[in-house]
């Protein structure tokens, strides 16, 4: 359900695996799988094509299909009509995991859609549109969900397709240890560049550090330790990310393992004019920190910046962007 960049990947690799599945997005996305297929491919060699006639695309919830398990991937500020879509459509019960950015996103389900049974997921990794019908993974890492019976008896299909399922029981820690790495996404989306070169310049990278220590500070107001999702545990972060570009290449060589071609998902919002994420990113870490008596400025400047980008878009120099959010 949303059937864009990761659902049509993740969705994609399961159907090449055996599974049946049915995709339920966009026309935009849709009308190039209709036309040319769905062709899957990924940094360490996959590169598997679905022809059209193999493919069941829908642009809206489909009548009469009752699936085993529902992947939820649509964009966070469109869940609860999308849990509203699923209620309407399927019987009570039916699964479904939210593989979405953000922390509340199941919670919301539940809320709009209490009849249906909601499970908390992450996917660590980076899926970039290369062309019509083209979808790659360029970073690494693997799902993870809050454990469930439901997705036990998944496991083995997702192995089978390549996409190992870590199942946790309190997945909140996981879920905040993405979301830090994820407050790259909007200066990625500022940037204008791609995800390695963003990363290459240290002006940059100084944001991004700076956008995670403010949410490490209200993580730590309130009482919760992130868990670690990168190479680096997400207190040492920061620092990392702060050194010197010689030395960071040095030192964050596993971090930079990322195809030329990936960039964020905000970064594709924001060229095809569509709401971004960044309300469940940044947004998230200002409600946290205000809530347990903290400041998160950086991060509540950044978003004031992403939400006005239609009106001002232009990519920033790394420099720019320091000054503009107030970054000294």
Known sequence: MGAGSVGGYVGGCLQAAGAEVHFVGRPRMLGAWRAQGLRVT?????????????????????????????????????????????????PA??????????????????????????????VPYNIAELGPGHLHRGTGGKLAAEDDPTLRAWLPVFDAARLPLR????????????????????????????????????????????????????????????????????????????????????????????DPEARSSMADDLALGRTTEVDALCGEVVRLAHAHGCQAPLNQRIQALVEAWPGDPAPLSAAALKQRIGLH
Request: proline share 8%; hydrophobic share 50%.
């Open 167 to 258: 199942l946790q029981a309190d997945l909140k820690p996981v879920q905040w240890g993405k979301l830090l790495l994820n407050l790259n996404n909007p200066v990625n989306a500022l940037s204008g560049l791609p995800l390695r070169a963003e990363l290459m310049q240290r002006g940059y990278r100084q944001v991004f550090a700076a956008l995670q220590r403010e949410a490490l500070a209200a993580l730590a107001a309130a009482g919760i330790t992130p868990a670690q999702v990168a190479a680096v545990p997400p207190q040492r972060l920061p620092l990392i990310l702060s050194l010197p570009d010689w030395l960071f290449r040095r030192l964050a060589a596993r971090m930079l393992r990322i």
């Open 42 to 90: 990924d940094q360490d060699g996959r590169d598997q094509h679905l022809a059209p006639a193999d493919l069941h695309l829908w642009d809206t919830v489909p009548r009469g299909v009752t699936p085993s398990l529902v992947l939820l991937t649509v964009k966070c500020g469109a869940t609860r009509d999308a849990a509203a879509a699923l209620a309407a459509a399927l």
């Open 93 to 122: 019960g039916t699964p479904v995991l939210s593989l979405q950015n953000g922390i509340g996103n199941a919670d919301t389900g539940r809320a709009a859609a209490p009849a249906l049974r909601w499970l908390a997921g992450m």
